[in-house]
Structures are given as structure tokens and as C-alpha cells.
């Protein structure tokens, strides 16, 4: 009986380590359909977190490295994961990868690759929208660069 709850315990802490999720919650690189006021749908992670796109890549190679990418991380898709997947409200045909210059994939949508803002704490946030002179913003589930400004 001991050795059997210490198996069972030594599984539920291998799974917690590899980060063994619910299999009704999305996994983190899944791109979904958020609302947001002002900004209407928009592309999501699949934490809910807002994603959005950086004008100078112009929906080519990512141009953010660096100090940029520590502000706005990359949407990367996990090592043996080949294609990004499309949640709910998203069309999985504007969805598609670039080879950062590390070997990563990083997600794109309607060609636009794909970033996060640390600025953002919680789902449905769009604080890096129109963000360093107008250099992010988010991107809508049509693929389009979203210039609106969101309200809370």
C-alpha cells in the first residue's frame, strides 16, 4: 500500500513538473478569438493573454531580438511542434510559422509574426496597443493590423 501511494505521488510530481494541463485548457501557443472592448476580436494565446504584431516586420521575418524580445516575447511554438493551432473564433488558413534566427518557430497570423506585451498582467488587456510610436498593435481574427484604441 505505501509503495503504491508513493508511486502515485512520484507520477502526480512528474506530471506537475512537465507541465501537465487539464485537457480542456488550451495549450499556450493555441491562438484564440478575445473581445475586446474598442478593439472588437481580436488573436489571443491560449492563456488569453493578447497578441500582437510589430509594424517594421511587415508581415515577413521577426525584426524583434534582443532587449525587444524581453519586452515583447515572442509567440513560440514548443520544440516538436511543427504548426500552431487555431482555437475557437480563429481561421486556422491565417495561421503559420517563421524561423526566428535561435531556430524557434515563432506563430504567425495573416503573415504578421506574433508577440506578447509584459505590460499585459491578465486576459483581455491590450495595454502595448499603438505602443512605441505606434510600432504594435493587435491583430484581428481577419488577419488585419487593429488601429483602434481600447476602452476599459
Known amino acids: 500500500m505505501v509503495a503504491a501511494l508513493a508511486a502515485v505521488l512520484v507520477m502526480s510530481g512528474a506530471l506537475a513538473a512537465c507541465g501537465g494541463a487539464p485537457a480542456n485548457t488550451p495549450a499556450q501557443y493555441e491562438v484564440l478569438a ?8 481580436v488573436i489571443t494565446d491560449g492563456g488569453g493573454r493578447t497578441l500582437y504584431m510589430y509594424a517594421p516586420d511587415r508581415q515577413g521575418l521577426s525584426r524583434c531580438y534582443g532587449f525587444c524580445a524581453q519586452q515583447w516575447p515572442p509567440l513560440v511554438l514548443p520544440r516538436g511542434v511543427t504548426r500552431p493551432k487555431a482555437g475557437p473564433g480563429v481561421r486556422a488558413s491565417l495561421l503559420g510559422a517563421v524561423r526566428r534566427a535561435n531556430g524557434q518557430l515563432q506563430e504567425t497570423y495573416g503573415g ?3 508577440y506578447l506585451w509584459i505590460g499585459d498582467t491578465g486576459p483581455g488587456q491590450a495595454t502595448g496597443q499603438a505602443d512605441d510610436m505606434g510600432l504594435w498593435y493587435v491583430v484581428s481574427v481577419a488577419g488585419a493590423v487593429d488601429r483602434g484604441t481600447p476602452r476599459s
Open 34 to 41: 478575445r473581445s475586446i472592448p474598442g478593439l472588437g476580436e
Open 112 to 114: 504578421w509574426p506574433l
